[in-house]
């Protein structure tokens, strides 16, 4: 085994063989090659082992698993009910977040920036816990909208939240934040010398905004899309909350379900993976070709801020779908989960009789695990974030400015992990860990590899999009002037993405304080993260207590969340200098 | 390690074989069993004096200072169990929680990777048992605690005893039943629960057992009434009677006894019942682990668990005892007066896939088949 993830650990080659690299330049060699290497060990290691548990290695190698993945019915009606998720999430991740960031990124629409922060405390927001707020919004018998809707009168116009349309649309209030945010800041980095040049040349708004401006946004648009649907289909949480529940099976609950009994079945399940990793690879291919001969420098380190259009009459108008939009995604789950928090009975309206601080004292000082996994859950998020941070931006250096050969590879293997759920990565990880000769099985190092891992599409589509739209020819004006080669990524190049990098490392730092679905079957006693804490009070319907437990994650992930973006404002701050270096 | 269990575990009778000739009850998979409790009477006297004593050397254990307890138990009664050890002898339990599947996958993984973290092992489940006997990492140990347990209860080989005995009950909303709870199981064929009904069982298929027990009792078609109600599926009791209190679904079929006890203990808008014509239970055991870090903690832990005084504490949780000497949880009746079915869980494990993919057929969903 060790022999052939070694044979695919030969097969990239490390920095090593760079041929423009200057001499003397070992640095780069070295910091590129230990990316690497931590690269190929939490991912590609991991997916080898996936590959031969899915033929049934060690011990009952056969193609069958392999077969009876793509042949029982069970399993196609899975992977069609999963391509669908995928499409419809994609598409409404489109239809959502792209007005919505052309509204908030550059219109005058009122209140701009909370619907931005709102839309980012969507994304905030796990989606577990989404779900299980849109079962208290709209169960089909007790739901709140329900009750009154059939308040209303209105007969069989109940919503019901356990359907695949449910589990679509509860994704999609999750995830279109990602076609959001790169579209939002694909807008606000538009070079305004191209639309300024359009417009002396007499083109409409509306002209310039089909011909000049999503033109140039479109691979943000199309980017998050793909991304949103990809995330969509190993999200596990939902559709186990909603979808199980009406016995709609996705793909990755099918895995589970083949994981979590005993003997659990790892070649069915790896087989099941590989399934969901081609449907992925494709995905991406098709971006791939769509974006292969576009250029995406917009920006040429100049700090101008594009102009704003003026709505008019169709200020407010605007505001109100915005509106909508956010209190379905963010402020109406998280209004009930605070509500349910503060509430001795969830299910009674919060009324004085009703408040108390009780769930708080059982979820922060009663119950040690969750007061651990609050803790947890914050060191494995930033260790993550940084470390997840750190590869992408070298997998993304080496895609981006070397002609290294089989960096498309690794760029390939990056954008794998999103495929994977959490659960699939985690077994992945576990046949691979559970063998390896340093003790990481069963300690809190396989949680941060696990978190590192599942974070590597992140990381690496973040650093790819800071560094596209650095321009190439600021770095090799300073190489030219004589700068080494970590000066120049040290003072050009992580100044001018530092921004756009910090975002990129909330994106990462999220999930990953949030994260289950690998982390429940790899985490052991003492290293329990808030998550698991949750889930397990979850399942014990402790509903109070884990609306606290949510609640106290949400203020946590707030409070991270303002600090990053002030810090990365203070970096746009330096971005505007770098001219003058 | 497959092949192992499949050539052994499955073609075992462990504890099934003993009691249907204790009871003398009908041949297939369920026995109709009489009264469990009442077949070690008379234990009673000497499980008072059982209860302190230990096969552990108590030095020993306290020097090992920890014990890692896996269970499947609800965490309330968990913690109560600890307390009074700890206090007691100053040995720190730590305990991992989950559903059955998940303490017993854990284990076998564990044990597959040689690195036993577990001490003790607890789950509704003896299927497990049987597996994890089968590939040898459970401890055999005749605890003087154990001594008020029917040897019905039990392995032969005393590598796990059963601590606990978790019925199916119907369970239902008082506010939206009405006048007319149901009774019986067929009562919940009735279109009248159209969209009202809600049962349980993760994706690994942990709520089969029970149904086929109800299958083979009263016929596939029970189930397929049910399954025509359109009934909703969460993962475990606990959020049964969540949908049940807060008033989404009507009644369920096929829950926790102790979870309804509690809920309506509670205040909470609902009631439960026991068919007459019988009903599902199913076993929980406890057992040692051969590779256990803290042996000697250990032995003293589960004789403290299944003591009389530890299990009392159970009882109080709204969980059936296994011991004989141990009153029912209060308002529920003794369990001779029900009419208990039981699968044989040798055959079960041995039939397992196909039967979850039968409920698959019937329910559609994960069962992990």
Same mark, same amino acid.
């Given at each position: ?30 910091? @590129? ?17 996936? /590959? ?8 009952? &190698? ?63 927001? *796990? ?98 899309? @793909? ?74 380190? !100049?700090?101008? !801020? ?18 909508? /939009? ?18 001795? /009975? ?80 985690? /077994?992945?990880?576990?046949?691979? &860990? %559970?063998? &390896? ?56 190049? @992580? *100044? %001018? ?12 730092? $999220? ?22 804490? $949750? ?13 606290? @437990? ?32 | ?20 000739? =204790?009871?003398?009850?009908? #041949? ?114 005749? #605890? ?24 199916? =009950? ?61 009934? +909703? ?9 969540? +949908? ?7 009644? =369920? ?102 039967? +979850? ?13």
């Amino acid at each position: 085994m060790r022999a052939a993830a070694h044979a695919g650990a030969g097969g990239v080659p490390t920095g090593a063989g760079e041929a423009s690299t200057a001499a003397g330049d070992a640095i780069r060699a070295v910091t @590129l090659g230990l990316a690497v290497v931590a690269f190929l060990l939490f991912i590609g290691y991991p997916l080898c082992w996936l /590959v031969f548990g899915a033929v049934g290695l060690p011990g009952d &190698f056969s193609p069958h698993f392999l077969v009876r993945a793509l042949t029982r019915p069970e399993n196609v009606a899975a992977l069609v009910n999963t391509a669908l998720l995928a499409i419809g999430v994609g598409l409404l991740g489109i239809v959502i977040g792209v007005p919505v960031a052309w509204a908030t990124a550059r219109t005058d629409v009122p209140l701009r920036n909370v619907f931005h922060a709102l839309v980012g405390l969507a994304y905030i927001l *796990p989606p577990y816990l989404t779900s299980v707020a849109y079962i208290i919004l709209l169960g089909p018998n007790a739901g709140y909208l329900n009750r009154l809707i059939a308040s209303t009168g209105i007969h069989g116009s109940s919503i019901n939240i356990f359907s695949a349309a449910g589990v679509t649309f509860v994704i999609a209030m999750h995830v279109y934040a990602i076609p959001y945010f790169l579209t939002y800041g694909a807008l606000k980095s538009v070079d305004p010398s191209l639309e300024e040049s359009a417009r002396m040349l007499g083109a409409g708004r509306w002209t310039m905004l089909r011909r000049i401006t999503l033109p140039l946004v479109a691979p943000a648009i199309t980017g998050g899309a @793909l991304l949103a649907a990809i995330n969509s289909m190993a999200l596990f949480g939902p559709q186990a909350f909603l979808g199980l529940p009406a016995q709609i099976v996705y793909l990755p609950t099918r895995i589970y379900g083949a994981l979590s009994g005993y003997p659990p079945r790892y070649a069915d399940a790896s087989a099941l993976s590989i399934v969901l990793v081609l449907v992925t690879v494709i995905g991406l291919s098709v971006q791939r070709r769509y974006l292969g001969h576009r250029s995406f420098v917009t920006v040429g380190g !100049r700090g101008v !801020r594009s102009a704003r259009h003026a709505l008019g009459a169709l200020r407010w108008p605007l505001a109100l779908v915005l509106l909508v /939009v956010v209190a379905l995604s963010s402020i109406a789950p998280l209004a009930v989960l605070v509500a349910a928090a503060f509430s001795k /009975v969830w299910t009674e309206p919060l009324t004085l009789d009703n408040v108390t601080l009780a769930n708080f004292v059982a979820a922060l000082a009663d119950n040690q695990i969750a007061a651990r996994g609050v803790f947890n859950s914050f060191r494995l998020a930033i260790a993550a974030a940084t470390l997840a941070m750190l590869i992408g931006l070298a997998i993304a250096y080496l895609d981006l400015r070397t002609r290294l050969r089989g960096r498309r590879l690794l760029d390939y293997l990056a954008i794998l992990p999103l495929g994977l759920p959490g659960t699939v990565l985690a /077994v992945a990880l576990l046949q691979a &860990f %559970i063998r &390896f000769p340093v003790p990481i099985y069963g300690t809190i190092w396989i949680l941060l590899i696990a978190y590192v891992a599942r974070s590597m599409p992140i990381a690496v589509r973040g650093a790819n999009g800071a560094l596209r739209q650095v321009d190439v020819s600021l770095e090799e004006a300073a190489r030219v002037a004589g700068a080494s080669w970590l000066t120049t990524v040290r003072r050009i190049l @992580l *100044p %001018i993405a530092r921004s756009n990098l910090m975002l990129a490392w909330l994106l990462v730092f $999220i999930p990953a304080l949030g994260e289950l679905s690998a982390t429940i079957l790899l985490y052991t006693n003492g290293t329990e993260t808030i998550s698991v804490a $949750i889930f397990r009070l979850s399942d014990l319907g402790q509903l109070e207590v884990v609306a606290a @437990l949510s609640t106290v994650l949400i203020v946590v992930i707030l409070v991270a969340t303002l600090v990053t973006q002030w810090l990365a404002a203070r970096g746009r701050g330096g971005t505007s200098a770098v001219p003058n270096m | 390690m497959k092949r192992t269990m499949r050539s052994h575990s499955y073609s075992r009778r462990i504890f099934l074989s003993r009691m249907s000739a =204790a009871v003398g009850a009908n #041949s297939g998979l369920v026995r109709t069993v009489g009264p469990v409790c009442a077949l070690a009477a008379g234990a009673s006297a000497s499980a008072r004096a059982a209860a302190a004593a230990t096969g552990a050397d108590v030095a020993k254990a306290k020097s090992e200072g920890n014990v890692m307890l896996y269970t499947s138990l609800d965490t309330k009664i968990v913690d109560a169990i600890i307390k009074p050890f700890q206090e007691q002898y100053g040995i720190k339990v730590q305990y991992y929680r989950g559903g059955s599947a998940d303490v017993s996958s854990k284990v076998l993984a564990e044990a597959a990777a040689r690195r036993i973290q577990a001490d003790i092992v607890d789950a509704s489940d003896v299927g497990a048992f049987l597996a994890m006997k089968s590939v040898g990492i459970l401890k055999p140990y005749d #605890s003087p605690s154990t001594k008020a347990v029917a040897g019905n209860l039990r392995d032969p080989d005393n590598t796990w005893v059963a601590d606990r005995l978790t019925q199916a =009950a119907i369970q239902w909303n008082t506010k939206l039943v009405g006048s007319a709870p149901p009774q019986h199981w067929k009562d919940l064929s009735d279109p009248r629960f159209a969209s009202k009904l809600v049962f349980f069982s993760s994706s690994n298929g942990d709520g089969g057992p029970r149904l086929y027990t109800l299958a083979l009792a009263f016929g596939w078609e029970l189930l397929e009434s049910y399954a025509a109600n359109k009934p +909703l599926r969460v993962a475990t009791p606990q959020l049964v009677t969540q +949908l049940l209190e807060s008033g989404e679904r009507a009644a =369920a079929f096929c829950t926790n006894d102790n979870i309804a006890w509690r809920s309506k203990k509670l205040g909470k808008p609902t009631d439960y019942g026991f068919p007459t014509e019988g009903v599902p239970t199913e076993l929980g055991a406890v057992g040692l682990l051969k590779d256990a870090p803290h042996p000697n903690a250990a032995m003293l832990f589960y004789d403290w668990w299944m003591s009389e005084t530890g299990q009392k504490i159970l009882v109080d949780g709204g969980k059936y005892s296994s011991r004989s000497d141990l009153a029912p949880p209060s308002g529920n009746p003794p369990l001779k007066e029900l009419k208990l079915l039981v699968l044989d869980y040798a055959k079960y494990q041995a039939q397992r896939t196909q039967l +979850l993919e039968r409920l698959t057929r019937i329910f559609g969903g994960e069962w992990g088949a």
